[in-house]
C-alpha cells in the first residue's frame, strides 16, 4: 500500500488535532486524507505489532462499497452506516456519486458517537455540497431509539421503503452486557419489506501463529480502554440476521462476498480475521 504523505487537511473548529482519534487513525489505515502526524504515528505503532490492521480494514472497507453496489443494482436508495468514522476514503456517499446519475436520489445517514468524527464528517460532506442527501448523526449506535427517532434520521430516511442498514466493523464493539442479539433485532424491526442489512464483525476465525497473536496484542490494548473489542466467530453472528434470507454467498470471510479482483500475499494472510454476511427483509 502506498504510504499517505505527512500533510495536514483542514482541521474542523475545535477539534483536538494532539491527540490520536480512533477515527482518524482508521481513515490512515484506508489510505485516506482526514488524519494528522498524531493519528499516523499511533496507526504505526498498531501496525508493528499486528501488520494486518492495514489491510484488514481495507478489506471491510471494499466489502462494504461492493455492498452499496449491489444494493443500488438492486433499487434500494436508503442508507444508514453505523459508527461510520470519518466518511472518507471511499464511504457510502461518495460510492453513490460514482454509481448513480444526477437525477436518481438517494439519501445516507452516518451515526457515530465520537465527537471528532462528527466534526469531521460535517466539514467533509458541506465542503462536497452533500448536505441535501447525507448527513450525521451523533450518537451510540447501541442506543437505537436516539438514531432511529434523531431529526436527520427522520428528516432523511423513509422507513415505509427499503434502507440498507450496515454495521461494518462495529459489532465487535458491542459487548454480552450490550444484549447483541437485542440490539440488532431493534434495526431490523424499523425496517421495511426489501431492507438490507450488511455485518462485518472481527473473528480470530481460523487464524493461527504469529498473526493471531498479533490479533490477540491488538483485541488486548482495546480491552485497556473505554471501546473494548470482542471476537465472535462465524455461529455467533448469524443470529444477528434474525433468520432473514442471507444474500448469496452467505456468511464469509471479507474478500470472498462477491470478490472483484484477486488477493496478493499480505491480503490473503489478513482473510481469515473476519466475517461478513448481507440478509434481506422478506
Not at 10 to 17: C, F, Y
Not at 75 to 94: K, M, Y
Not at 123 to 144: F, K, S
Not at 242 to 263: A, C, F, Q, S, Y
Request: hydrophobic share 40%.
Amino acid at each position: 500500500m502506498t504510504e499517505q504523505p505527512d500533510a495536514a487537511p483542514r482541521a474542523p473548529k475545535g477539534v483536538d488535532t494532539e491527540k490520536p482519534s480512533a477515527a482518524r487513525v482508521y481513515d490512515w489505515y484506508l489510505g485516506g486524507s482526514q488524519n494528522w502526524a498524531v493519528d499516523r504515528e499511533f496507526g504505526r505503532r498498531v501496525e508493528q505489532q499486528w501488520s494486518l490492521v492495514r489491510p484488514g480494514a481495507q478489506q471491510n472497507r471494499e466489502f462494504m462499497n461492493r455492498v452499496v453496489r449491489a444494493a443500488l443494482a438492486a433499487g434500494v436508495r436508503q442508507f444508514i452506516d453505523l459508527g461510520s468514522g470519518v466518511p472518507t476514503a471511499g464511504n457510502v456517499h461518495e460510492v453513490i456519486e460514482a454509481e448513480l446519475d444526477d437525477e436518481d436520489h438517494a439519501a445516507v445517514v452516518y451515526v457515530d458517537y465520537e465527537p471528532v468524527a462528527v466534526a469531521h464528517a460535517t466539514l467533509i460532506l458541506e465542503d462536497e455540497a452533500a448536505t441535501d442527501w447525507a448527513g450525521i448523526v451523533q450518537a451510540d449506535m447501541r442506543d437505537p431509539k436516539a438514531v432511529l427517532r434523531h431529526p436527520r434520521t427522520v428528516e432523511l430516511i423513509d422507513f415505509g421503503r427499503p434502507v440498507c442498514v450496515m454495521m461494518m466493523a462495529v459489532l465487535h464493539f458491542v459487548g454480552p452486557d450490550d444484549h447483541p442479539d437485542e440490539l440488532v433485532a431493534t434495526y431490523r424491526d424499523a425496517l421495511a419489506p426489501g431492507s438490507w442489512l450488511a455485518i462485518s464483525q472481527m473473528s480470530e476465525g481460523d487464524g493461527s501463529g504469529e498473526a493471531l497473536a498479533g490479533l490477540r496484542w491488538f483485541v488486548e490494548q482495546y480491552r485497556k480502554t473505554s471501546n473494548p473489542v470482542w471476537m465472535r466467530d462465524r455461529e455467533e453472528i448469524e443470529p444477528f440476521f434474525g433468520g432473514w434470507p442471507l444474500l448469496e454467498p452467505g456468511i464469509t470471510h471479507l474478500p470472498d462476498w462477491r470478490p472483484e479482483r484477486e488477493l496478493n500475499a499480505v491480503e490473503a494472510a489478513a482473510t481469515p480475521f473476519a466475517w461478513c454476511g448481507v440478509a434481506r427483509k422478506p
